[in-house]
């Protein structure tokens, strides 16, 4: 354990979920809690790097010595990550995004006037995580991956097509919300099993993991 892994290392991450909107009053989001990403976020900062935190709607306080910048929807955080990532030396996306937005969201609320039920249309949200990696000089990339079976082989499959070095899967099914989790590292020599742990030791873990390979 080296406590100060990534002194002088200027890290990026993506938390939470994002909101894609319907009308003014509604919208579509998803049950991740943030925690995860916040805790890589303070991990990062304690082992000495210079931590952007890019978050989606959560409840969470930011981690000491974080710069936050907060977002709303997938092309939100999107265009922010894309104006902070020239000069980041590592990635870490843990953002749980919206694969798709609402196509025709209203600008007014919807109403319940008889005219029958809404119609909702979907466009396909951008991949923040294999925009990053496509870039001519990107940074160390870490994608997250929550699968629900077959992780070991969905795993490297997903590690392959994103075109990252790192991608951790949860192995924890129900993990949103809660403090533990469990992980699984996927690089190019295979698999490592992170055991269960609460969040942040398993994010102190994560990132010497990440300061080893870089
Ligand atoms: O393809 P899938 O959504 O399972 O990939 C998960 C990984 O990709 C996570 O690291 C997530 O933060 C990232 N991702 C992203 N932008 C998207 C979808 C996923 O950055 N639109």
Not at 115 to 137: C, K, R, T, W, Y
Not at 188 to 211: F, V, Y
Request: glycine content about 8%; hydrophobic content about 40%.
């Amino acid at each position: 354990f080296q406590p100060k892994a990534l002194a002088g290392k200027r890290v990026l991450i993506t938390a939470g979920p994002t909101f894609e909107p319907i009308d003014p009053v509604r919208g579509i989001t998803n049950r991740s809690s943030g925690k995860m990403g916040y805790a890589v976020a303070c991990a990062a900062r304690e082992a000495g790097a210079e931590v952007h935190l890019v978050s989606g709607p959560t409840a969470l306080a930011t981690p000491y010595g974080v710069m936050r910048y907060d977002v709303t929807t997938a092309v939100q955080m999107h265009e922010m990550v894309m104006s902070l990532v020239s000069g980041q030396d590592i990635f870490i996306a843990v953002a749980a995004v919206a694969d798709w937005r609402v196509a025709n969201a209203s600008n007014q609320k919807l109403k319940k006037d008889g005219s029958g039920m809404p119609v909702l249309e979907f466009d396909e949200n951008p991949d923040i995580l294999a925009s990053v990696a496509q870039l001519d000089h990107p940074p160390y990339c870490v994608g997250f991956a929550a699968e629900s079976e077959n992780l070991l082989q969905y795993g490297e499959e997903k590690r392959l097509r994103k075109e990252i070095p790192l991608l951790v899967g949860n192995i924890g099914h129900e993990t949103f919300g809660l403090d533990e989790n469990e992980l699984v590292l996927f690089d190019e020599k295979g698999n490592t099993r992170l055991p269960r742990a609460d969040k942040q030791a398993l994010a102190r873990e994560l990132i010497q993991a990440i300061a080893k390979r870089i």
